[in-house]
């Protein structure tokens, strides 16, 4: 039954990364072994493949541009490499595999995936109220006291935030869409408490443009009002009330800034011009992956920040990766995230989920400005099930002519 590994899926993502992997790891085999026992099952891959070729073969060539660029400068382990390959298969063969074992899902199976989607957002906001209140984190196997900030089961709060934005459209809209439902309004105050008490900034302020969009959207005069009532009060509450994310932005705002430890008005633009002269010394193929402290430092030396005691990684996914992988590889990724788009504009006529789609990739598109998303795993775990989801809804409409496909292929094949 193809739907229990889905469930799998999706109850792996609140996980930290090894969870996931080992969940992923378990849904793959079980729908592999599904795939196997039909009798096209390698036609239909390849049919997939053919029709997916873009974002497959360009996550492909983004993966081995970097591995070259790590080869050929030599600083990072054959060890590192290998784990960033194994990190990074889920996110090119998933969609695949997915596809493969379940063919097409049932009306009522998307219906309770869609109902589990919604409980995982009510769920994300009690682990976030929870922590914000009772000061707790899981490290390990442990439970640890923490800082009053949410980061879930996960290990910083910004992986927190960024895999939370990702939830916002979907049950925002399920909530205009079923005004009446507890379940909707659980789970949008669900997502919306795990956005809050993460204090993330720049997820906060991209919540708040899907916020807008939808009441432009929306076509319920009731909902627009009572969204604009919601933001208004939540805005209100947030910046009039003494808590952390008000104080944090109070100093963003401000002359000194908020944690500033550089001469610059925010320490993320100081790790944007250190990787500035990274990416001016190797601009075509990068650096490679696993930037060190020891190999960033001197490039912030030449900017005057020899004693900055936070030598990060630049805190923005594009210029991360042309650091790691220059032109060559962020213009791969560029590919396979430019296809994400043209497939939720393709699903506009046929699709209500298209809406949904844009706005998630969108979201991560603008909040990636301030943060290396696509580089942390649960991240990227979280959006590899949402160009699953996509290339489900792109695979149901072309659904009819990838039969077609495999059966003329089928016939070919019984012929030679």
């Given at each position: 039954?193809?739907?229990?590994?889905?469930?799998?899926?999706?109850?792996?993502?609140?996980?930290?990364?090894?969870?996931?992997?080992?969940?992923?790891?378990?849904?793959?085999?079980?729908?592999?072994?599904?795939?196997?026992?039909?009798?096209?099952?390698?036609?239909?891959?390849?049919?997939?493949?053919?029709?997916?070729?873009?974002?497959?073969?360009?996550?492909?060539?983004?993966?081995?541009?970097?591995?070259?660029?790590?080869?050929?400068?030599?600083?990072?382990?054959?060890?590192?490499?290998?784990?960033?390959?194994?990190?990074?298969?889920?996110?090119?063969?998933?969609?695949?595999?997915?596809?493969?074992?379940?063919?097409?899902?049932?009306?009522?199976?998307?219906?309770?995936?869609?109902?589990?989607?919604?409980?995982?957002?009510?769920?994300?906001?009690?682990?976030?109220?929870?922590?914000?209140?009772?000061?707790?984190?899981?490290?390990?196997?442990?439970?640890?006291?923490?800082?009053?900030?949410?980061?879930?089961?996960?290990?910083?709060?910004?992986?927190?935030?960024?895999?939370?934005?990702?939830?916002?459209?979907?049950?925002?809209?399920?909530?205009?869409?079923?005004?009446?439902?507890?379940?909707?309004?659980?789970?949008?105050?669900?997502?919306?408490?795990?956005?809050?008490?993460?204090?993330?900034?720049?997820?906060?302020?991209?919540?708040?443009?899907?916020?807008?969009?939808?009441?432009?959207?929306?076509?319920?005069?009731?909902?627009?009002?009572?969204?604009l009532f919601v933001g208004i009060t939540a805005g209100s509450v947030v910046i009039g009330?003494?808590?952390?994310?008000?104080?944090?932005?109070?100093?963003?705002?401000?002359?000194?800034?908020?944690?500033?430890?550089?001469?610059?008005?925010?320490?993320?633009?100081?790790?944007?011009?250190?990787?500035?002269?990274?990416?001016?010394?190797?601009?075509?193929?990068?650096?490679?992956?696993?930037?060190?402290?020891?190999?960033?430092?001197?490039?912030?030396?030449?900017?005057?920040?020899?004693?900055?005691?936070?030598?990060?990684?630049?805190?923005?996914?594009?210029?991360?990766?042309?650091?790691?992988?220059?032109?060559?590889?962020?213009?791969?990724?560029?590919?396979?995230?430019?296809?994400?788009?043209?497939?939720?504009?393709?699903?506009?006529?046929?699709?209500?989920?298209?809406?949904?789609?844009?706005?998630?990739?969108v979201a991560l598109a603008l909040a990636s400005l301030t943060q290396n998303s696509f580089?942390?795993?649960?991240?990227?775990?979280?959006?590899?099930?949402?160009?699953?989801?996509?290339?489900?809804?792109?695979?149901?409409?072309?659904?009819?002519?990838?039969?077609?496909?495999?059966?003329?292929?089928?016939?070919?094949?019984?012929?030679?």
């Amino acid at each position: 039954m193809p739907f229990v590994p889905l469930l799998i899926l999706l109850f792996s993502l609140p996980l930290a990364a090894a969870g996931q992997h080992i969940g992923a790891s378990l849904a793959c085999i079980w729908l592999i072994g599904l795939a196997s026992q039909k009798k096209d099952a390698r036609v239909f891959f390849l049919s997939l493949l053919r029709e997916f070729k873009i974002p497959f073969f360009s996550s492909i060539a983004f993966i081995l541009v970097l591995i070259v660029s790590s080869l050929i400068n030599g600083h990072a382990t054959n060890g590192y490499i290998l784990h960033f390959v194994l990190g990074h298969l889920i996110w090119v063969f998933l969609p695949f595999i997915v596809l493969d074992g379940v063919r097409r899902l049932r009306e009522y199976e998307i219906h309770r995936i869609k109902i589990i989607l919604l409980i995982l957002c009510f769920l994300l906001g009690i682990i976030a109220f929870s922590q914000w209140i009772f000061n707790w984190r899981v490290v390990g196997s442990s439970i640890v006291s923490s800082p009053p900030r949410a980061r879930g089961f996960y290990s910083h709060p910004l992986t927190f935030a960024y895999v939370s934005i990702l939830f916002l459209p979907f049950a925002l809209r399920n909530w205009i869409d079923n005004f009446k439902s507890l379940v909707s309004w659980l789970s949008v105050l669900g997502i919306f408490s795990a956005l809050l008490f993460s204090e993330s900034r720049t997820v906060l302020a991209v919540a708040a443009l899907v916020v807008v969009l939808n009441i432009i959207q929306s076509g319920s005069l009731k909902a627009r009002i009572l969204l604009l009532f919601v933001g208004i009060t939540a805005g209100s509450v947030v910046i009039g009330t003494d808590n952390p994310l008000s104080l944090k932005i109070k100093a963003t705002l401000s002359h000194e800034g908020f944690d500033r430890n550089s001469g610059y008005q925010d320490d993320r633009i100081a790790f944007w011009h250190a990787h500035y002269e990274i990416i001016k010394e190797k601009p075509i193929l990068g650096h490679g992956i696993g930037l060190s402290k020891d190999y960033l430092l001197p490039y912030y030396e030449r900017i005057g920040l020899a004693h900055f005691k936070r030598i990060y990684p630049a805190h923005n996914m594009y210029i991360q990766i042309l650091a790691n992988g220059g032109i060559v590889a962020l213009l791969f990724f560029l590919t396979w995230y430019g296809w994400a788009l043209r497939a939720c504009w393709r699903l506009k006529a046929t699709s209500g989920y298209s809406n949904i789609f844009m706005q998630i990739f969108v979201a991560l598109a603008l909040a990636s400005l301030t943060q290396n998303s696509f580089q942390d795993s649960e991240v990227r775990y979280s959006l590899t099930i949402v160009m699953t989801a996509l290339m489900y809804f792109v695979y149901d409409k072309e659904h009819l002519g990838i039969e077609k496909s495999c059966r003329v292929m089928s016939e070919k094949h019984s012929l030679l």
